[in-house]
């Protein structure tokens, strides 16, 4: 069974920083591009960043970048997301998300972690 | 930026009805890179559709996505109670990678 388990969430001041990390099993997590995704509370879906199976090829948002990394640990089934700089508009769930092979889409989403920017 | 507008907004229906959701891309867009995903309250998405037509694992055979272009169509053939959700129409493009529709809500009436 694919699981992804994200942590690592948290209360953070304006200016602060935090790593997130996504726990993945039940597939061979080295051959698959992982994406995050945020909901602000409230609102829709926004893409944030993703990183290809072997870290070839990483892309952001234009609202994060400069800002966020995104990283990952192949031999530990690990997806990071380090936020630095963070501002109040990036209070949201982030959400962890594998790339199917089949297409250019998400299969499996974790449960999302909660990210809280305030003074 | 392709910008994807969903619509309506809210969809208020009875279980069994028919559900019929838009998405309206600003561009057009390739229909292998235009997907459908659920989401209940407090939960992750879940992909519905991907491809414009093609469903996902394990997904019923009420939900049927089609259309082309600039203009896409979710259909849920016969509502059940576990079918009110938001469901968000997504396309893949060059930058940004990926974005969403802002969501219709299918409520019970």
């Known amino acids: 069974e694919v699981q992804l388990v994200e942590s690592g969430g948290g209360l953070v001041k304006p200016g602060g920083s935090l790593r997130l990390s996504c726990a993945a099993s039940?597939?061979?997590?080295?051959?698959?591009?992982m994406n995050w995704v945020r909901q602000a509370p409230g609102k829709g879906l926004e893409w944030v960043s993703s990183?290809?199976?072997?870290?070839?090829?990483?892309y952001y948002a234009d609202s994060v970048k400069g800002r966020f990394t995104i990283s990952r640990d192949n031999a530990k089934n690990s997806l990071y997301l380090q936020m630095n700089s963070l501002r109040a508009e990036d209070t949201a769930v982030y959400y962890c998300?594998?790339?199917?092979?089949?297409?250019?889409?998400?299969?499996?989403w974790g449960q999302g972690t909660l990210v809280t920017v305030s003074s | 930026e392709i910008v994807l507008t969903q619509s309506p907004g809210t969809l208020s229906l009875s279980p069994g009805e028919r559900a019929t959701l838009s998405c309206r891309a600003s561009?057009?867009?390739?229909?292998?890179?235009l997907a459908w995903y659920q989401q209940k309250p407090g939960q992750a998405p879940r992909l519905l559709i991907y491809?414009?037509?093609s469903r996902a694992t394990g997904i019923p055979d009420r939900f049927s996505g089609s259309g082309s272009g600039t203009d896409f169509t979710l259909t849920i053939s016969r509502l059940e109670p576990e079918d009110f959700a938001v469901y968000y129409c997504?396309?893949?493009?060059?930058?940004?990678?990926?974005?969403f529709g802002q969501g219709t809500k299918v409520e019970i009436k």
């Open positions: 998300a594998r790339q199917a092979q089949y297409g250019f889409t998400f299969d499996y």
């Open positions: 039940g597939f061979t997590f080295s051959s698959y591009s």
């Open positions: 990183i290809s199976s072997s870290s070839s090829y990483i």
């Open positions: 561009q057009s867009v390739s229909s292998s890179y």
């Open positions: 491809g414009a037509s």
């Open positions: 997504q396309q893949y493009g060059s930058s940004p990678r990926w974005t």
